[in-house]
């Protein structure tokens, strides 16, 4: 058989270049084998992710609301045909300054059923204020994450509290690729999510809900079957979201209606309170006037007694004198009894500083004493501590059948227990040695009580001493006559002067106590009348922006919900 043409042009090329052609030739082969690979692999790939979901509980649905999402809307979505679970969730974007740059990062809560995440490090978080890190985003287990709203907003208004101890990392089946999403705060990109116990957030509603749909783990995900078996309740989600948005939207305008009463009748209460106050201080302030008037009238009285009792003062005064200068001639005699009193006197201020010295350091010693008592008693306090958290832990391991102990529990409960034992021991030591530190402190204090005690008694012998020595000389012979007649004619008028001039003087300083109180009261008159138009302005702005979000409530057209597959 002859060879055609162009056959024949194909060999002579062939032969002519054999490297050209089995380049050719290895490089379409190299082709088709990456493409068979990749064709091969793409059903394993799908099966893979696949059974990853499933083991996860990973739902099928999230849907969002713009007012947030009832239980009573997780209800409802629950009863819709085809539905297998409905689980609310909170979550919410925060950030946290690291290193002077901003981080966003996306809590979430912890689902019971759904959602469940893979715990790489650590423990699962028990209470509030501990959380499950990003394992992809650096942290470990013990850090602290201080976390910033982004916004004017407390933190403390969505959460229980600001700061989140990482208990734990993980992984989420929600996230299977690098990113992480946007947000509308800090830089705009979410850096990780943090897990969180559900009793974390201090929120009404919850901001989504989950949907898992029935059948749908027997369909392979990202295929033409599963994708129609999910439209279909994702349909049914849709046609109800009209009906609940209506009802939550009522739910808002009847909470809206309720603070607007509420800030109505408070505005009435702050005319009522303005208009008590006023009429108050008007009263005290004709009170006051009324007082003033009155102590005028009595202090010009009491000058014009007062004038009148100084005439006979000082004539009183001029015979006292005279006796008051034979008394003096009978002093020289109680010299002799001065000087034993001085000379006595004398001796006790010299012994006394040493005394005192001596009491000084005794109470020095025992202040030293006592902070070493409150040392050992803190010391013994931060160990009974630490026995109530190896307790805890302990009765932790207890609730654990021994049997299913693993072994590094095994061990940790054996480390446990020795630290009891230890910790135990300490508690008697530290016990028995505040015991006896406090026995040293009652007996030295008792000692230093007593020296104080004798001091004291001998500074109240040299007073009763001092004490006779004034009474001697009242007792000058001759003299007591002189003065107890001078006295008993100066007495009478003199106390009569010395009781009006006390009562001029009382009625001098009510008067200027009353002048004061009515120079406050005039001058709080202005402060009140402005101080309550604040208050009613304040109480009318409350009513009116209760009014204006009644409004916005009330016009709403609906509340949307968006189904996210």
């Not at 207890?398 to 446990?416: H, M, R, W």
Request: aromatic share 6%.
């Amino acid at each position: 058989m002859k060879m055609k043409p162009t056959h024949k042009d194909f060999y002579m090329e062939i032969r002519k270049s054999p490297g050209r052609f089995l380049s050719i030739l290895f490089i379409v082969a190299l082709g088709v084998a990456f493409f068979s690979g990749i064709r091969a692999s793409e059903p394993d790939m799908r099966l893979t992710g696949d059974t990853y979901f499933d083991e996860s509980n990973l739902m099928d649905i999230k849907a969002l609301s713009t007012y947030g999402v009832t239980q009573d809307d997780v209800d409802a979505i629950s009863k819709i045909d085809g539905v297998e679970h409905a689980e609310g969730a909170y979550s919410a974007d925060f950030m946290q300054i690291v290193d002077k740059k901003q981080k966003v990062l996306h809590v979430i809560s912890l689902q019971d059923e759904l959602n469940q995440v893979k715990l790489s490090d650590g423990q699962m978080p028990q209470k509030a204020g501990e959380c499950l890190a990003d394992q992809d985003a650096g942290y470990k287990v013990g850090d602290t994450i201080k976390l910033r709203s982004g916004t004017s907003d407390e933190v403390t208004d969505t959460l229980t509290t600001d700061t989140l101890k990482v208990v734990g990392l993980c992984s989420s089946p929600m996230y299977i690729s690098y990113g992480r999403g946007s947000a509308t705060i800090g830089t705009g990109t979410i850096s990780a999510f943090v897990m969180v116990p559900e009793e974390t957030f201090d929120m009404d509603v919850y901001t989504e809900v989950y949907v898992q749909v029935k059948g749908a783990k027997n369909e392979v995900a990202f295929t033409d079957g599963y994708d129609k078996k999910v439209q279909q309740v994702l349909d049914s989600i849709q046609d109800i979201t009209d009906e609940r948005a209506e009802i939550r939207k009522n739910e808002l305008v009847s909470e809206a209606q309720e603070k607007i009463d509420e800030a109505r009748e408070e505005l009435e209460q702050g005319r009522a309170d303005a208009a008590s106050e006023l009429a108050d201080a008007a009263a005290k302030i004709a009170d006051a006037e009324e007082q003033l008037t009155s102590g005028k009238a009595q202090i010009t009285s009491g000058k014009k007694q007062i004038a009148s009792a100084k005439n006979t003062l000082s004539k009183k005064e001029r015979e006292l004198e005279q006796a008051q200068n034979q008394y003096n001639a009978g002093l020289a005699q109680l010299q002799e009894g001065e000087a034993q009193y001085e000379a006595g006197l004398a001796q006790y201020e010299a012994a006394k500083p040493e005394a005192e010295a001596k009491i000084q350091s005794g109470r020095e010693g025992l202040a030293a004493l006592q902070q070493m008592i409150q040392a050992d008693q803190q010391t013994l306090t931060e160990i009974q501590q630490r026995i109530e958290v190896v307790n805890s832990a302990l009765s932790a391991f207890d609730q654990i059948p021994e049997d299913q102990l693993t072994d590094e529990q095994k061990a940790q409960k054996e480390q446990y227990e020795r630290q009891l034992t230890e910790l135990k021991g300490n508690e008697a030591g530290m016990q028995q040695k505040i015991s006896i530190e406090q026995q040293k402190y009652d007996e030295s204090k008792a000692e230093l009580d007593a020296a104080q005690k004798q001091l004291d008694d001998t500074a109240a012998t040299l007073a009763q001493t001092k004490s006779e020595l004034d009474a001697a000389k009242a007792s000058l012979n001759g003299v007591p006559q002189q003065l107890a007649s001078g006295k008993a004619r100066f007495s009478p008028d003199g106390l009569k002067f010395e009781s009006r001039r006390r009562s001029w003087k009382r009625e001098q300083q009510k008067s200027r106590k009353m002048k004061r109180k009515l120079q406050r009261q005039k001058l709080s008159m202005p402060m009140v009348k402005r101080r309550l138009p604040r208050r009613l302005q304040k109480a009318n702005r409350k009513l009116r922006t209760q009014r204006q979000r009644f409004r916005i409530s009330k016009n709403q057209p609906g509340m949307s919900m968006t189904v996210i597959l």
